[in-house]
């Protein structure tokens, strides 16, 4: 049974940091690519950044420079480290996973970015 559980999550104030743990379970996580999407209130879910096995990470724009993605095979874990977090990176970040054609979804963890 594939499985994912988003952890990290917290209240923060502007400027300040936090990592954000992806772990999986239930495929063989080296062969899948595993995304962080996140949604804010009143907001479409959007993706935030991606990474393959061996690959490029990719990241939109608005957190380039700020928030770095990596993953660790032996853990079947995807992390992501955000830095100098902005009061606009409040929202509920989810991992996401395509598997056979299925997307799976996290629980999601809550991430509030105020002073």
């Known amino acids: 049974q594939v499985q994912l559980v988003e952890s990290g999550g917290g209240l923060v104030q502007p400027g300040g940091s936090l990592r954000l743990s992806c772990a999986t379970s239930?495929?063989?996580?080296?062969?899948?690519?595993i995304s962080w999407y996140r949604q804010a209130p009143g907001k479409a879910r959007e993706l935030v950044a991606d990474?393959?096995?061996?690959?490029?990470?990719y990241y939109i724009d608005s957190v380039k420079g700020r928030f770095t993605i990596s993953r660790d095979d032996a853990r079947s874990s995807v992390y992501l480290q955000m830095n100098s977090l902005r009061p606009e990176d409040t929202a509920v970040y989810y991992c996401?996973?395509?598997?056979?054609?299925?997307?799976?979804w996290g629980q999601g963890t809550q991430v509030t970015v105020s002073s």
């Open positions: 996401r996973l395509i598997y056979f054609s299925q997307l799976y």
């Open positions: 239930g495929f063989t996580f080296s062969d899948y690519a």
């Open positions: 990474i393959h096995s061996g690959g490029r990470p």
